[in-house]
């Protein structure tokens, strides 16, 4: 499936890109969000691209080659930001927290089980242990917490001891072997059309990643860095990464400095889940920081 940037139209418009802006992508991905911000604050505006996925960022910097020195790019976690970019400040800031086309669609990336490739998931493929790793290492109870911890995963139990039970017999190498094994340990999906596999494989992506690890630091961090009237946007694709985001939000705007611009999650229209069912998903919020009195 081609690149389909997620909420384009709702997220520029949250953003209120102008003219001349300095704008932060801090999870580029392929560089759809940052070709249009590059385009509306053109002439004089730049984007500072991060993102942790060298192969992603390699073809991103190769769709935004037009833009030229207009946008600069990081091979680093949007975590990290603040560091690397000592004092600077934007007029905005994105965070797109799914999972790119690009890991998706590439089987030997192994983050879906729609295509058999090694188990591995990992974002930054020089760091880290794959998803293999934890299946067949960590111990049953673990493994049965990781997974009802982040993917929400009633039949949790049950699933770890189907994993650990197969283990023995042979280490898992590949999705097609882990979801086959999770499928007939979950039984049929409390939610029509979700593949019973789903929700393992969300929580084992966000542990191998460490997607929850900081977050509401970093969207402090990140906020803290906003000019007066800079916003900052975030996309999330599940709940445990939305609700980070709604409860930072709402602190901040309860502590002062920050105001809320979106009190309700925006959610992508029926015609654009049509389009890119991969939308279905994604909640959009905006935090803007609020001029000096």
Request: hydrophobic share 45%; with cysteine; glycine share 8%.
């Amino acid at each position: 499936m081609a690149h389909v940037p997620v909420l384009l139209e709702e997220t520029l418009s949250l953003l209120a890109v102008r003219a001349g802006g300095v704008y932060l992508d801090g999870t580029l991905g392929l560089g759809g969000h940052a070709a249009e911000i590059l385009r509306r604050s053109a002439p004089g505006g730049r984007v500072i691209a991060f993102d942790k996925d060298a192969s992603a960022l390699a073809l991103a910097r190769e769709a935004l080659s037009p833009f030229g020195e207009r946008v600069r790019f990081v091979h680093a976690d949007f975590r990290e930001a603040p560091r690397v970019l000592g004092k600077e400040c934007f007029d905005g800031i994105l965070l797109d927290l799914g999972v790119s086309s690009l890991q998706l669609d590439a089987p030997e990336r192994g983050f879906s089980f729609r295509a058999d490739g090694p188990l591995d998931m990992r974002m930054d493929q020089g760091q880290g242990p794959t998803a293999a790793d934890l299946v067949n290492r960590l111990p049953e109870d673990e493994l049965a917490n990781l997974i009802y911890r982040f993917g929400e995963e009633r039949a949790s139990r049950r699933i770890a001891r189907a994993i650990a039970e197969a283990r023995k017999r042979k280490h898992f190498a590949t999705t097609a072997e882990l979801a086959a094994v999770v499928r007939r340990a979950a039984g049929r999906s409390r939610r029509p059309g979700l593949d019973p596999a789903t929700r393992t494989f969300q929580a084992l992506r966000i542990a191998v990643n460490g997607e929850l690890d900081g977050l509401e630091q970093a969207l402090e961090d990140l906020a803290a860095r906003l000019k007066p009237g800079g916003r900052l946007a975030v996309i999330a694709f599940h709940s445990l990464e939305d609700r980070a985001v709604k409860q930072t939000f709402r602190a901040l705007a309860k502590g002062g400095g920050h105001a809320l611009v979106t009190k309700k999650p925006v959610r992508p229209s029926e015609a654009e889940t049509q389009t890119n069912p991969r939308a279905r998903s994604a909640r959009l919020r905006a935090l803007e920081k609020e001029a000096a009195a």
